[in-house]
């Protein structure tokens, strides 16, 4: 609040079943059923930030994609009529300033969350790639381990080897030696070695 600090954006795991954008806040999908899904897609004109470059990828094709300029003007983009809607989403709050009734109902979320289990063949695609990924770091933080890193060396080397940042992380990386292993969570690493 009132520093140029934001927290770290981790996109909605409903939304990225649908496309694979997953670094910009404020974008919605409205899905009817019948017609092409629609994407509204945030993209402001700011010259403190990058800003996403319009969908272009193989996947645009498939959304009827508008942009929006800035997150308090998303209703015009939205149906007038909601009745016929439901939210899903975490900001119920702004579901409700928005017109919106049915909020996360629960038939709806079982059946997303029973077909989130299976994977399509992009989906498997995917989860290959970042495997592939993931060994190159496995291995870099296993080498950090043995030439005597601290978690925060070791960390780095998984980050370095992945050519991630820690926020692009799916989650928080769990590096932790001697005691700290008892910790389910851990996620403070220690600069110095044991």
């Not at 019948?34 to 470059?53: C, M, Q, T």
């Not at 939210?87 to 979320?109: D, K, R, T």
Request: proline fraction near 8%.
């Amino acid at each position: 609040f009132l520093d140029d600090m934001y927290y770290p954006f981790k996109v909605n795991p409903h939304f990225k079943a649908w496309l694979p954008v997953i670094d910009n806040p404020h974008c919605w999908i409205v899905v009817n059923g019948s017609d092409k899904p629609k994407l509204i897609f945030y993209r402001p004109i700011d010259f403190w930030h990058k800003v996403p470059d319009e969908p272009r990828d193989f996947w645009a094709e498939y959304f009827d994609i508008e942009l929006l300029l800035q997150p308090d003007q998303v209703e015009k983009l939205l149906p007038y009529d909601k009745a016929k809607f439901a939210y899903i989403g975490e900001y119920l709050e702004v579901a409700q300033a928005l017109g919106f009734s049915i909020m996360n109902p629960e038939p709806v979320l079982n059946y997303i969350h029973y077909h989130r289990a299976y994977k399509t063949q992009y989906e498997l695609e995917c989860l290959r790639n970042a495997n592939r990924i993931a060994v190159d770091g496995h291995k870099a933080a296993r080498d950090a381990f043995f030439n005597g890193g601290s978690e925060f060396d070791i960390q780095q080397a998984y980050l370095m080897a992945t050519r991630q940042s820690e926020n692009e992380m799916p989650y928080g990386n769990i590096v932790a030696l001697n005691e700290n292993c008892a910790i389910l969570h851990y996620t403070h690493f220690e600069p110095k070695a044991p």
